[in-house]
């Protein structure tokens, strides 16, 4: 798979595809991040779309003209660049695309003074939670409050940080 990686403007739009919802990972912090996999049933999940917010920085990746994923980072008043939506086209999961991007986002935020990124996901998004740890995200927070009063109660919200090589890890 040949990609390319290009910034893109606000008018841009990549459809939410369904993910697959198949468990949870459940953080612990005892002074230590720790977690684990839970596993459920699987259903399937679609975010609603939204546009690109004025002001983002967004990063899509193309094989050809086929758009595969689209990375939006927005500047943020903390040190770390705010990954505020990656997505990857379904039939290009697990090939290298999310990667792909979450390296253009780690050369921007560079670029730009920051050091790191951060990014924000839900706890029964499983595979992207895991995603986020393998690509060297670490667990920084945990919001457990956010969905209270919401037709997804019981949800919380993980915030995971990725340094910048040569800073200093959390």
Same mark, same amino acid.
């Given at each position: 798979?040949?990609?390319?990686?290009?910034?893109?403007?606000? =008018?841009?739009? !990549? +459809?939410?595809?369904?993910? $697959?919802?198949?468990?949870? &990972? @459940? %953080?612990?912090? #005892?002074?230590?991040?720790?977690?684990?996999?839970?596993?459920?049933?699987?259903?399937?999940?679609?975010?609603?779309?939204?546009?690109?917010?004025?002001? =983002?920085?967004? !990063? +899509?990746?193309?094989?050809? $003209?086929?758009?595969?994923? &689209? @990375? %939006?980072?927005? #500047?943020?008043?903390?040190?770390?660049?705010?990954?505020?939506?990656?997505?990857?086209?379904?039939?290009?999961?697990?090939?290298?695309?999310?990667?792909?991007?979450?390296?253009? +986002?780690?050369?921007?935020?560079?670029?730009?003074?920051?050091?790191?990124?951060?990014?924000?996901?839900?706890?029964?998004?499983?595979?992207?939670?895991?995603?986020?740890?393998?690509?060297?995200?670490?667990?920084?927070?945990?919001?457990?409050?956010?969905?209270?009063?919401?037709?997804?109660?019981?949800?919380?919200?993980?915030?995971?940080?990725?340094?910048?090589?040569?800073?200093?890890?959390?």
């Amino acid at each position: 798979m040949s990609i390319r990686i290009e910034r893109v403007d606000a =008018s841009f739009s !990549l +459809a939410n595809q369904p993910f $697959e919802i198949r468990g949870r &990972l @459940a %953080v612990t912090f #005892d002074g230590a991040w720790h977690w684990r996999e839970e596993l459920t049933g699987r259903t399937e999940m679609t975010f609603p779309e939204e546009p690109i917010p004025e002001g =983002s920085l967004a !990063l +899509a990746a193309f094989e050809g $003209e086929q758009c595969l994923g &689209l @990375a %939006v980072l927005r #500047d943020d008043f903390f040190r770390y660049m705010y990954l505020h939506d990656l997505k990857v086209n379904r039939d290009c999961r697990g090939k290298g695309v999310g990667r792909r991007l979450i390296e253009a +986002a780690v050369a921007a935020a560079k670029e730009r003074g920051y050091r790191g990124i951060r990014t924000i996901c839900q706890d029964n998004n499983l595979d992207a939670c895991l995603f986020y740890l393998a690509c060297g995200f670490v667990i920084g927070g945990l919001d457990t409050m956010g969905y209270r009063g919401t037709p997804q109660e019981g949800k919380k919200d993980i915030r995971f940080y990725l340094d910048l090589p040569g800073e200093e890890q959390i």
